[in-house]
């Protein structure tokens, strides 16, 4: 046995990096403290003593006190937010060499994860919660950072925000926060959560002042949030049959939920809100209608990542944090049949902890059929084979609108390397309209996203999708180190391509037409995959 090795632990519980790795950490302490290794819990001054940047991060010291590794426990997530099977296990092999009486091959890996603060408040500084850094967090925070919120802590105080200032400057420097993709563009969309970079240089300047309260008099009132459903008493609620377990050290999981709905007759849903039941594990759901009870083949529960498994009949929506309810648009309605099932498609994101979830959907009626058809335009493509290493692949698609549409809303869909998407209409006098524009997609907070004021297209419009991607190890959210070649597909390591634009056609008699000409465009979509070549 070899004595005097000791490993600083650098966590944080307010880190989900750092609460998804805990179960790892707990198996490593129970493998190595019978053989001789001290864990310490790493405080500020350990951070600052032997260099450590962010959480979770280790730090071992020999017996003689220096420092003979630092850096990552395992190489799980080469970003913040991305997670994926670890294949190097540095602090397990860093142990292993030491034991057996030899030198850290590697002594110094890149830990990624929650910046730690160091900074003491400044005597003379110029940004303080209560004035500046309060009011921009609970317009564009406190919504889900909140207790009963969606996300893991709250920051509706100086004491909760104080100690994480640094990762706050962290994250919303590189737009991970608040989470939303769309890029402002011609149209604005509902409820965009997106920080001015004055608001950004100001978490910045709080971080390096140390985070100063100042006078906790002018801190403004922390708004009220509603935690019921948002729109009142639901007509119906349906829930998860049964609960679906999450435990600790379970990779994301993808799960299809059969729910019966057990409607007495024919419904029309005029607004739906989506509740996770444990909202530190539910990462985002879609929700299927099931007119033929297709689904249930399946089972009650089975795997799905990227397609439901079946041909829904209808969507009622989506959910991602800090969605609350969803109306549709005025005169329409989404059908539900008397003998429906809905699907709720759910992405499981592990929290650290064994649990289980049981997510519920509250339905609100309208006695009035529509009288406006809600449509969706699906542009996209099967025909995608990326290859390894390739840094920018594009993925192009139009469609040639044949009436006038009025547009509500637009949902893209990639997996983990699509980078940049951009949709676009091009008028019949050639004037372009920007649709959406996402610089930098993130799988984990796709979304549907619905325009403030929706506008009229003429027939004659081209609209158009350009998606790129990017298959190469320098990105990060590649989930296959080092890269694989990519095909079209439902799974995690296949990609796929869609931009989904919610239409409402002004002439309701239009609707056969529309539907007609999207027909032809499945048909030509169809002809034109072609088994890609084998390489
Ligand atoms: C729509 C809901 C939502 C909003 C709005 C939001 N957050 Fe978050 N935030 C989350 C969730 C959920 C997580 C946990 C992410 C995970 O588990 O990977 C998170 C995580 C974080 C983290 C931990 C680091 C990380 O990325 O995992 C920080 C710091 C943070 N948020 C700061 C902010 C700040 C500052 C704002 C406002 C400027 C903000 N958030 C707005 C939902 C939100």
């Known amino acids: 046995m070899i004595a005097g090795i000791t490993v600083y632990l650098f966590l944080s519980t307010a880190c989900p990096l750092s609460n998804r790795l805990q179960p790892e950490i707990a198996r490593i302490q129970a493998d190595y403290t019978p053989r001789g290794i ?42 913040l937010g991305v997670y994926r099977e670890p294949s190097k ?24 994860g929650c910046a730690i603060q160091f900074d003491a408040p400044k005597q003379n500084a110029t940004i303080t919660f209560s004035k500046q850094i309060a009011p921009v967090l609970f317009r564009n925070c406190a919504g889900c950072h909140r207790a009963n919120g969606t996300a893991p802590f709250a920051l509706t ?51 390096k002042e140390g985070a100063p309260e100042g006078d906790p008099a002018a801190t403004p009132p922390v708004p009220a949030f509603r935690d019921g459903w948002q729109l009142g008493e639901p007509d119906m609620v349906i829930r998860m ?3 679906i377990r999450v435990s600790a050290s379970s990779p994301d999981l993808y799960t299809c939920i059969v729910v019966p709905v057990n409607l007495p007759a024919d ?90 979830d049981r ?8 006695p009035d059929p529509p009288q406006r058809r809600m449509m969706e335009i699906a542009l996209g493509s099967r025909n995608i084979d990326i290859a390894a290493g390739e840094r920018r692949y594009l993925v192009r698609d139009r469609f040639e609108l044949p009436v006038d549409v009025e547009v509500t809303g637009i949902i893209p869909h990639a997996h983990y390397i699509c980078r940049e998407m951009t949709g676009r209409a091009t008028l019949p006098g050639g004037r372009r309209v920007e649709l959406i524009r996402v610089r930098d997609w993130d799988f984990n907070w796709q979304r549907h996203y619905h325009y403030e004021k929706p506008f009229v297209l003429p027939a004659g419009t081209r609209l158009e999708m350009d998606f790129v991607y990017d ?18 597909g439902p799974d995690s390591g296949d990609e796929m391509a869609g931009l989904h634009v919610q239409v409402i056609p002004v002439r309701n008699e239009d609707a056969t037409e529309l539907g007609q000409a999207l027909w032809g465009k499945i048909m030509r979509g169809i002809r034109e995959t072609r088994p890609a070549p084998p390489r």
Request: glycine content about 8%.
């Open 38 to 79: 001290r864990f310490a819990k790493g405080d500020a001054a350990a951070a600052r003593k032997f260099g450590a940047r962010v959480t979770p991060q280790v730090v071992v010291t020999g017996p003689n006190g220096r420092v003979v590794y630092r850096g990552r426990i395992d190489d799980r997530s080469p970003a």
């Open 89 to 112: 296990h540095d602090l397990r092999d860093a142990l292993d060499a030491l034991l057996a009486g030899g030198t850290v091959a590697v002594a110094e890996t890149p830990a990624v």
């Open 157 to 207: 105080t100086h004491a909760d925000a104080a100690p994480r200032a640094s990762a706050i400057a962290q994250v919303t420097r590189a737009r991970l926060m608040p989470p939303w993709k769309a890029e402002p563009g011609a149209h604005a969309f509902r409820g965009a959560m997106r920080l001015t970079d004055a608001e950004i240089r100001l978490f910045e300047q709080w971080a």
């Open 241 to 243: 049959p049964k609960p």
């Open 267 to 356: 419904r029309y849903v005029r607004a739906y809100e989506f509740r996770p039941g444990d909202k530190r594990v539910v990462h985002h759901a879609i929700l299927f209608v099931d007119g033929l009870r297709a689904a249930r083949k399946n089972g009650e529960t089975y795997p799905c990542f990227g397609v439901p498994g079946f041909l829904p009949s209808a969507a009622l929506g989506g959910w991602t944090p800090g969605f609350t309810a969803t109306e549709y648009p005025p005169k329409t309605a989404v059908a539900l049949r008397k003998g429906t099932d809905l699907v709720m498609q759910v992405h499981y994101h592990p929290a650290g902890t064994d649990t289980e």
């Open 359 to 366: 997510s519920e959907v509250a339905l609100y009626f309208t």
């Open 471 to 488: 298959n190469s190890a320098a990105n990060p959210r590649n989930p296959s180190s080092p890269p694989k070649r990519v095909q079209w």
